[in-house]
């Protein structure tokens, strides 16, 4: 697909200090080892075209996604922007909603998980600790069930604090894993290779003009999706 129509696809919202956009999954957020084209990339482009800028474009990364993970992400386009936004994450004033797909049935209506989880750098995982230790950080989430369906069960996730592969482990870690997530435990891998974790919301503050901002993301196109966005609206 051009970029371009991808970008005006997925574009959620624009101002002269942001930029929101709804991530496809299985599109890098970041450029890696693999040398695939980024998100970032792929944004800084849509700038320079769109705004007919010259040079290097500037574009900060406030946050991440996993490549098999969709959603919504906000970027600032000056350092100011920048530096607030951060601020805002690193004092956990952001509220950020997920959505998962996940395997198993007789989930809790709701619950609080709190755990520690320390990064293996090596293997690209966490792991999910039931105390400190050292390396190891404080991990807490809130998970509601939303919907049954056939043959897996439809929860929304509230992050409270955002580490490394935070749902996915912390999720697998209490019995269900995302539907797809070969690494933390799923039975098989989804056709396209990714996993059902999809960021809905993000809620914050613009950092210029202060007004709180709230943004949703809607689902991938894909049935099972769907059905959960059905029950949803």
């Given at each position: 697909m051009n970029n371009i129509k991808l970008v005006n696809q997925n574009l959620i919202?624009?101002?002269n200090h942001l930029l929101v956009f709804n991530k496809p999954p299985g599109i890098l957020v970041q450029g890696d080892k693999t040398g695939d084209i980024?998100?970032?990339?792929i944004l800084k482009n849509y700038l320079k075209i769109t705004k007919n800028k010259e040079g290097n474009v500037y574009l900060g990364l406030v946050h991440r996604l996993d490549r098999t993970s969709s959603g919504v992400m906000v970027f600032s386009k000056t350092s100011k922007a920048l530096s607030r936004l951060n601020k805002q994450f690193k004092n956990r004033e952001v509220l950020k909603t997920y959505w998962a797909i996940v395997e198993g049935k007789n989930i809790p209506k709701k619950e609080k998980l709190i755990n520690?989880?320390?990064k293996n750098q090596k293997k690209n995982k966490s792991m999910v600790l039931n105390k400190e230790l050292e390396?190891?950080?404080r991990a807490i989430l809130t998970y509601r069930l939303k919907n049954n369906l056939k043959n897996y069960s439809f929860i929304e996730v509230e992050l409270e604090t955002g580490r490394h592969h935070q749902i996915r482990s912390q999720i697998a870690y209490r019995g269900f894993p995302i539907k797809g997530d070969l690494?933390?435990?799923?039975?098989?891998s989804n056709k396209?290779?990714?996993i059902y974790l999809h960021s809905r919301q993000l809620t914050f503050f613009h950092p210029v003009t202060k007004?709180?901002?709230r943004f949703?993301?809607?689902c991938p196109k894909d049935s099972l999706w769907e059905s959960c966005e059905e029950v949803s609206s």
């Open positions: 919202y624009e101002d980024s998100l970032l990339d520690w989880v320390k390396g190891s950080k690494k933390y435990g799923s039975k098989r396209n290779s990714c007004k709180k901002l949703v993301a809607r």
